[in-house]
């Protein structure tokens, strides 16, 4: 069953996704400008580097996903309104 989503839905995910994407980058920044890379710090930061990366490719796989839905979904819904244009000239 596929739910259906409007253009409000679409652009509140978009601003969801920038407003996580700045998180992460002010995350990543605070990390990399307050460790040093020094002792027991370092492998902290090192550990935490890791999973970063890792939660990030996750959230960046499943945006792709969530992307090319909506963009298949918006292609889908022109080709059909092209189609009723169409027909309604007589082409």
Not at 22 to 27: E, F, M, N, R, T
Not at 79 to 85: A, H, L, T, V, Y
């Amino acid at each position: 069953m596929r739910v259906v989503r409007g253009p409000r839905s679409r652009n509140a995910d978009v601003v969801a996704a920038a407003i996580l994407g700045a998180a992460v980058g002010a995350g990543l920044v605070y990390l990399l400008t307050e460790r040093t890379g020094e002792g027991r710090g370092g492998r902290a930061v090192g550990r935490m580097m890791r999973l970063l990366r890792r939660n990030v490719a996750e959230y960046a796989g499943t945006a792709r996903a969530a992307i090319d839905d909506a963009v298949e979904s918006e292609l889908k819904d022109l080709r059909r309104s092209i189609r009723r244009q169409r027909k309604r000239f007589g082409v």
